[in-house]
């Protein structure tokens, strides 16, 4: 059944959220630290233990998949309620700041990155053999 | 007659949200293949147009949800908040492959550090350029350039005062919505294609929204891994920018 796709990331959700909270009281800090990425973990392992046992059908997965599809349409409505107004009104010093964060934070991705390697090759030139995550 | 429509729309407010986004994605998806040629991505032109609308909404209203604010698209703020935002996130995981995350593992995590570290002393130096000297002051608006998250939360720990921890949450907004924006237009110049370089752009930029928008805006297959390495991000902001950050700059200024 669908639910039973929807149940399981939400149960995922939660798990990881409740983790996230839990490793942010124990360092003293007023945030969830990696809940939403623990839960991402959490989703891959589950998913992958019952796909392997083949108790994942089509109906489970699509549970799942509906989630994944809306992923577009909800961050564009999460970026018609981000406050622009504000950002633009914060004069030059949080133009400045945020600009200066953003160019120095993506002009070292390469640098980190390193030379193309196999496993850094492009999505796209993948063999068959390893066909890309996909949507 | 007017008046009933409006009150309709407004209680089924997410119902109304998923109308309006559809609508919007389409006008985007249409823009995208007749006027760029499929150049630009019809995900970076909506969310654009979300970021325009959201411009607009903000100056009519004075609110701080954007188009939100504004009665009829008030869904938009459930449907593009936190909690269904994350939920869609977790749900990019599916059919993730492991060995990638594994393979980029130690790269991310040195990512974060670095990307906290660069944003927050890209913030310091802009704060010292424009005359601060308190320490706090100072601290307070570069970690707003870590995220908008970070800034207030730091801002408040450090007893900084509501103007300052006001433009450290401007710092974060103009960060993440540049990112928004400026990542699909550089992503080929930074090698964001693959799922290594992606986590390590999580990392080093890790501003959840930013990287949530700026990927599915780049490559929607991306995004799994630069919101895996992100979600840590605002979290160690928090953890670093009020107590070792903080000691760094007390200690130069």
Redesign the interface.
Known sequence: MVIYGVALLAGCMLAGLIIGDVLGQLLGIDANLGGVGIAMLLLIFLTGYLKDRGKLPEATESGINFWNAMYIPIVVAMAASQNVAAAFSGGLVAILAGTLAVVLGLALVPVLTGKKVDDAAPLDARPPSHPPTGR | MNDSIVSLVDKYHLIA??AV??L??YV?YWMSRNLTGGRLHG?AI??????A???V???TTGG?????DVTL?SG??L???GM???????????????Q??K??GL?GV??LF??VL??FV??A???V??GYTDPVDITT??A???TY?VGP?TGATLGASSEVI???????????????I??PL?AK?????????AM??GG???T???V??GL?AT??????YG???A??Y???G??LAPTLLFLGVRAIF
């Open positions: 949200a998923f986004i559809g919007a994605m985007a995900s909506a969310i654009i147009i979300g970021l609308l959201a411009y909404g903000g100056i701080s949800h954007g188009l939100a698209f938009l703020a449907m593009g908040g269904l935002r994350d939920l869609a996130i977790i749900a990019t995981a599916y059919g993730v492959r492991l990638e995350v393979k980029a790269r040195v990512a670095l990307g660069v944003s890209a913030g130096v802009v704060a350029g424009f608006i570069a707003g350039a870590v998250i939360v006001a433009l450290s949450i401007a710092a974060g907004l103009v960060k993440s919505i540049l990112t928004m400026a990542t550089t110049w930074i090698g964001l294609d693959n799922p290594r370089s390590i752009f080093m930029i890790g959840t929204s930013g949530a928008a599915a490559d929607a297959r991306l995004v799994p919101a895996m390495t979600t840590f605002t979290g160690l928090i953890l």
